[in-house]
């Protein structure tokens, strides 16, 4: 079945790093994948998606290429803020699952100032 | 924001107790999933529903049945509530392939 693992956390950087989060996936067919964020609190929410090959999605400074040929998601964003810290889930759906998506288990990131 | 709401948002509840979480939609969105979310393991889904009295199990469906009576509403239950189940309950909608919306989760505790 469908799979995506994540690089695991938590990830800590100092205001102005840069940031990459691993992602890679494993699924038949040819996915949508996605990025999460999720804030203290809160529910997910989208940050940004690719729904084909080579496709770049991106969103407040993040930015991440749908890779088909090394199956990979990863989520970069070239000077972090404190206001990053959050959990970051890469995920993908498959519009031939009833539009089921699987998630990753989640990265924490937290910027210190 | 999609228009997706849930209730309550808290709730401590004792062992053996049934509960009912709602979730409620605006969007008129065909696909509707209930999953929890714990510590470490990431979402994981426990029932979705793909209309209006269709339904069917997730990963981790035992001790939890949903019912779709209505486009808008998705409701959630634990028959008899576990400490296992204590967790962080999350709603959300969609259309196939594309983006999931999220609601603001229901914080559940079982004593």
């Known amino acids: 079945g469908d799979s995506v693992t994540q690089m695991e956390g938590p990830v800590t950087l100092s205001e102005e790093a840069f940031l990459t989060i691993n992602c890679t996936y494993t699924?038949?067919?040819?996915?949508?994948l996605f990025w999460y964020v999720q804030y203290p609190g809160e529910g997910l929410q989208l940050l940004l998606k690719a729904t084909k090959a080579d496709d770049k999605g991106s969103n407040k400074g993040f930015e991440a290429t749908y890779r088909k040929e090394t199956t990979s998601f990863h989520l970069e964003k070239g000077s972090v803020q404190v206001s990053d810290s959050a959990v970051y889930f890469c995920?993908?759906?498959?519009?031939?699952?009833?539009?089921?998506?699987?998630f990753g288990d989640g990265t924490t990131l937290t910027v210190k100032p | 924001d999609a228009g997706i709401t849930q209730s309550p948002r808290h709730k401590v509840t004792e062992t053996g107790t049934p509960v009912t979480l709602r979730c409620h939609q605006t969007e008129n969105h065909r696909y509707m999933y209930w999953y929890r979310q714990d510590p470490g393991h990431g979402l994981r889904l426990i029932h979705y529903?793909?209309?209006?009295?269709?339904?069917d199990k997730g990963e981790v469906s035992d001790g939890y049945s949903v019912s779709r009576s209505k486009t808008e509403d998705f409701l959630l239950t634990l028959e008899s509530a576990t400490s296992s189940q204590t967790s962080v309950y999350f709603c959300?909608?969609?259309?196939?392939?594309?983006?999931?919306?999220f609601g603001p989760g229901t914080r559940l505790l079982v004593l």
């Open positions: 529903s793909y209309g209006v009295k269709d339904t």
């Open positions: 699924a038949t067919g040819y996915p949508s």
């Open positions: 959300a909608i969609t259309s196939p392939g594309e983006t999931q919306y």
């Open positions: 995920a993908l759906t498959s519009n031939t699952n009833a539009g089921k998506s699987t």
